[in-house]
């Protein structure tokens, strides 16, 4: 009698036990075709994701210098992840492998894989600061099926030893120590003659910004774009040899870092450089090209008028204007923007600027122009006649670019000095 009521115990505890294998099975599963349709987006660019478009948060994730690994997407790592543990969960529930022999071995794994989903979530909370919908529910996922796999290690009484532990911790600080070390920068050209020309606004198959008047009339992408630098928002010399365009937003965390990466290429070239400024608001309140309205982007419409406004003012003034606004981990205050926009005009209020004409027309230009350059993430940059979109870069990678595309070269120090 007893040994019937303990066998049948037994036969309970394996039962429980198994469920946790199978729980492991599920969750892996699910995790590996969320991983799947990520590494399918990756492909194609990031594109494709229902419900993640331009300025969401899955753009700021997948377009980040992070989500690739020596090149790789990150992704092929988990859908390799979750292919083993798949498999290997199957085979040992259905005892097509051994068990006992197996399983510290996949368990060390899986730990290995816990501490590289762990990383991720950091980087998404801390580094970039927007989180992907898709890629939490994976890496959720991934925790669930871990901890099933886990459980049913320590229900059975095996043990990882030190040796796979040292393993474990080794495997995974050398992924995070590579993807620190050798994370790419991010910067996708695209030639203008791969843009459509029935994509262009304006007559002549051209976009002309500003009235054509004296001063200075400037071209872009092969003739497509001009403007007049002296009538347009612009940092750097309006005399400079070298101009350049760059399409940003206010409220993009990518912008932001592009704007001190700028800032050091007119250090290093001076005079020689410009940058012509135009807003791309991804808030569909004054940019008819935006079909979601994210709330990271909130009142982005509103930053880009107070800065337009203080343009049209009065074109020196926009420089310090520009970089006090783009200063920081985030904007500041619609409330401090405006505040700051009025003690900068010093005269008359912030509502008479954002009604000049002008800076509806630049908002159009702007609008046009990322229309032109087939939509897609932001910030970009026009340069010469290639379009680069640059969700993260370095100043190196910025100045290589610019100097392999345009020819500039930096200039002396004593030269900076004069």
Sequence with gaps: ????????????????????????????????????????SA???????????????????????WSLWLGLPVSVFAVGFYVLMVVCTFAVRARRIDGDRWLPWMAAGAWAAG???????????AVIRSFCIYCLADHALGFLAIGCLTLYTRRTKLRLGLVRIVLVVSVAAAFIAVHIIAAPSQMDVVDIEEVESEEVQGEGGTIQIGPAARSRIVQALDKRVSFD????????????????MELF????????????????????YGDQLAVVMLPVPMDMGCNPTVQVDYPKHKNACAYAKYGLAVCARGRDLFPEFHDWLMTGKTVTTLEKAGAKAEAVLGKGTIADAVADPLVQEWLNAGSALYKLTKFGGIPKLVVGSKVVTIPRTTSERLFEFLESTLGIQPVENDELKE
């Design 43 to 65: 492909a194609r660019d990031g594109i494709g994701l229902a419900g993640c478009g331009e300025g969401s948060g899955c753009d700021d994730v997948m377009n980040s210098r």
């Design 1 to 40: 009698m007893d040994r019937a009521l303990h066998s049948k115990t037994n036969q309970k505890a394996k039962s429980k036990n198994q469920n946790f294998l199978t729980l492991a099975l599920i969750f892996s599963l699910a995790a590996f075709l969320i991983s799947g349709y990520l590494l399918w």
């Design 249 to 268: 937003d206010y409220t993009c965390s990518h912008c932001r870092d592009l704007h001190k990466n700028l800032h050091h290429a007119l250090e290093r």
């Design 229 to 244: 630098i002296y009538k347009i928002p612009c940092i750097g010399s309006r005399e400079a040899e070298y101009v350049i």
């Design 115 to 125: 501490i590289m989903i762990l990383w991720f979530v950091f980087l998404q909370a």
